[in-house]
């Protein structure tokens, strides 16, 4: 859902600004967050089993890995 709601603020905010929407903008806009819950549940993917990290988590893990890697 949160997917779909972005995908639809942006659709807007580009009309809004003066671009132009097509049939593809619209089907991308209303199925990408099906589209991608489809995908997860076909791929067996559990959000809830990944360990989540933020940016400088991310940034000090690959710094450890490039010590480890000099």
Known sequence: MIRGAIELTVLTIGYLLGGPI??????IAFTIGLSVQLAFKLGKYDSKSVEHENLLMMADNLKKKQEEHI
């Open 22 to 27: 097509g049939v593809g903008t619209l089907i």
